[in-house]
């Protein structure tokens, strides 16, 4: 890495720390999260960044440079369908095979009971053992190729284990040369190290649904918060094993569920135990970028519960003015810049947000431009120039 | 909780499998936990990351 380039990664890697930490750095870092907006840019399908990682690797390194962003993710994309694909994973739409290759990939939700990736009458057996479970009972399900244990094994299972965990390795090792080069070649800082999610999360997305877990909230209540309680050591374990070893970045909790219940639900089912795994990584020393998709500001009360400068709290749907008054003096803000205005908009309307956001939030430092949501490919480029611009402009102290 | 965060076979349950281990147990440990994290993170990985 030339002299240069070493001078401006420390200088955006202190700017970034700086206000992760609420802190009042030179000016207002310019951390953002892009998905399928870097293909658009690099001139990329959306099949292209999702099935070839290299190609999103390449697309978000460009953009960091052409947009001088501070700090990035290296694939905000996130997944790597060749990797589903190999998997034989059932949950994904994939661009190129199941949807036109300009389409980003699609979740599909578990409708029915039988379609649950975990029935309802297997809670005790995911409570006992969660990583056995996973190992014994969901991942094959979850894939088209594998065979749960007590069914005759195949070739194809054992060939999807194997390429699953090589495909792994691959992936991560590719993950870290690309990071090094976002750092050695645009000088730019990685923006989050590890995963967290939150346990309830778990249980909806990826074992019942939304659906059966809705039900289970009336019908076995129980054994719900038994599993919340169950799995949330693993993800604890998952996301420090995860996590920078520096401690420098935060570990990132995407959080999908949480505004979509009753408030006696939140506070029974979704918040102790979220509360208790940011708190245990806090006292690991690692923060957790609380990226919460959709309007959380029902839950400040909540949210404030947590130690000061333990987490980066985003804003999606809500009023990041409520946001920062609420929060901003136990948290650093980020986001808050609204995704139809980055798509419809006007570049004019793009930089009086920002100096709106900046003015209102940042003033004393502990603000993070970025947009509400994950950039996606109906952002104009010339909308992403100005949010740049405009943090430039109006976020110097 | 019959295996342990981080864990897949534990050290514990592996090493009263072997008949004897006639050099270093703290080499056959070393390697063998090391591989525990690494499978046990392609579980979870599954889990919370695809």
Same mark, same amino acid.
């Given at each position: 890495?030339?002299?240069?380039?070493?001078?401006?990664?420390?200088?955006?890697?202190?700017?970034?720390?700086?206000?992760?930490?609420?802190?009042?750095?030179?000016?207002?870092?310019?951390?953002?999260?892009?998905?399928?907006?870097?293909?658009?840019?690099?001139?990329?399908?959306?099949?292209?960044?999702?099935?070839?990682?290299?190609?999103?690797?390449?697309?978000?390194?460009?953009?960091?440079?052409?947009?001088?962003?501070?700090?990035?993710?290296?694939?905000?994309?996130?997944?790597?369908?060749?990797?589903?694909?190999?998997?034989?994973?059932?949950?994904?739409?994939?661009?190129?095979? !199941?949807?036109?290759?300009?389409?980003?990939?699609?979740?599909?939700?578990?409708?029915?009971?039988?379609?649950?990736?975990?029935?309802? !009458?297997?809670?005790?057996?995911?409570?006992?053992?969660?990583?056995?479970?996973?190992?014994?009972?969901?991942?094959?399900?979850?894939?088209?190729?594998?065979?749960?244990?007590?069914?005759?094994?195949?070739?194809?299972?054992?060939?999807?284990?194997?390429?699953?965990?090589?495909?792994?390795?691959?992936?991560?090792? !590719?993950?870290?040369?690309?990071?090094?080069?976002?750092?050695?070649?645009?000088?730019?800082?990685?923006?989050?190290?590890?995963?967290?999610?939150?346990?309830? !999360?778990?249980?909806?997305?990826?074992?019942?649904?939304?659906?059966?877990?809705?039900?289970?909230?009336?019908?076995?209540?129980?054994?719900?918060?038994?599993?919340?309680?169950?799995?949330?050591?693993?993800?604890?374990?998952?996301?420090?094993?995860?996590?920078?070893?520096?401690?420098?970045?935060?570990?990132?909790?995407?959080?999908?569920?949480?505004?979509?219940?009753?408030?006696?639900?939140?506070?029974?089912?979704?918040?102790?135990?979220?509360?208790?795994?940011?708190?245990?990584?806090?006292?690991?020393?690692?923060?957790?970028?609380?990226?919460?998709?959709?309007?959380?500001?029902?839950?400040?009360?909540?949210?404030?519960?947590?130690?000061?400068?333990?987490?980066?709290?985003?804003?999606?749907?809500?009023?990041?003015?409520?946001?920062?008054?609420?929060?901003?003096?136990?948290?650093?803000?980020?986001?808050?810049?609204?995704?139809?205005?980055?798509?419809?908009?006007?570049?004019?309307?793009?930089?009086?947000?920002?100096?709106?956001?900046?003015?209102?939030?940042?003033?004393?430092?502990?603000?993070?431009?970025?947009?509400?949501?994950?950039?996606?490919?109906?952002?104009?480029?010339?909308?992403?120039?100005?949010?740049?611009?405009?943090?430039?402009?109006?976020?110097?102290? | 909780?019959?295996?342990?965060?981080?864990?897949?076979?534990?050290?514990?349950?592996?090493?009263?499998?072997?008949?004897?281990?006639?050099?270093?147990?703290?080499?056959?440990?070393?390697?063998?936990?090391?591989?525990?994290?690494?499978?046990?993170?392609?579980?979870?990985?599954?889990?919370?990351?695809?």
């Amino acid at each position: 890495m030339s002299n240069e380039m070493e001078k401006l990664y420390n200088e955006r890697l202190e700017r970034y720390t700086t206000a992760n930490k609420n802190g009042k750095p030179d000016r207002v870092p310019l951390r953002i999260f892009a998905a399928e907006f870097v293909a658009k840019h690099a001139g990329y399908t959306a099949q292209e960044v999702t099935h070839d990682y290299k190609k999103a690797f390449i697309a978000t390194r460009k953009c960091a440079k052409d947009f001088n962003w501070d700090s990035t993710n290296i694939n905000m994309i996130y997944i790597w369908t060749g990797l589903i694909d190999n998997i034989g994973i059932r949950w994904y739409k994939i661009p190129g095979i !199941d949807l036109d290759p300009n389409i980003g990939f699609q979740y599909k939700e578990p409708k029915e009971e039988d379609s649950a990736y975990m029935k309802a !009458d297997e809670y005790d057996l995911f409570i006992d053992s969660p990583t056995e479970f996973l190992a014994n009972v969901w991942l094959p399900r979850t894939s088209k190729f594998m065979v749960p244990v007590g069914e005759p094994n195949t070739y194809r299972n054992n060939i999807a284990w194997l390429k699953g965990g090589i495909g792994m390795m691959q992936y991560l090792a !590719d993950s870290r040369e690309a990071i090094s080069l976002l750092k050695s070649e645009r000088g730019v800082v990685q923006s989050v190290a590890g995963i967290l999610k939150a346990p309830f !999360d778990i249980l909806s997305d990826k074992l019942r649904g939304f659906r059966m877990i809705s039900a289970d909230l009336h019908r076995r209540p129980d054994k719900v918060l038994a599993a919340t309680e169950a799995v949330t050591p693993y993800l604890i374990q998952n996301a420090l094993a995860s996590a920078d070893p520096n401690k420098l970045l935060p570990v990132g909790l995407w959080l999908h569920r949480g505004t979509m219940f009753s408030d006696k639900v939140y506070e029974k089912f979704f918040w102790p135990t979220l509360k208790e795994a940011i708190i245990q990584l806090w006292k690991n020393g690692i923060q957790t970028l609380w990226y919460g998709e959709g309007d959380w500001s029902r839950w400040y009360k909540y949210t404030a519960e947590l130690p000061e400068g333990s987490i980066i709290y985003h804003v999606d749907k809500e009023d990041i003015f409520e946001a920062y008054k609420h929060l901003g003096n136990k948290f650093c803000i980020s986001g808050g810049i609204p995704n139809d205005i980055l798509a419809f908009g006007t570049p004019d309307d793009v930089r009086d947000y920002c100096k709106k956001v900046i003015n209102g939030v940042a003033k004393d430092g502990g603000y993070i431009m970025d947009a509400s949501a994950i950039i996606q490919s109906d952002a104009k480029i010339d909308n992403i120039k100005a949010m740049t611009e405009a943090t430039l402009e109006y976020g110097v102290y | 909780m019959k295996v342990r965060p981080g864990t897949l076979i534990p050290w514990e349950q592996r090493v009263k499998e072997y008949e004897k281990i006639l050099g270093d147990k703290e080499i056959v440990k070393k390697e063998w936990e090391s591989l525990e994290v690494l499978a046990n993170r392609f579980i979870w990985f599954c889990l919370t990351d695809l």
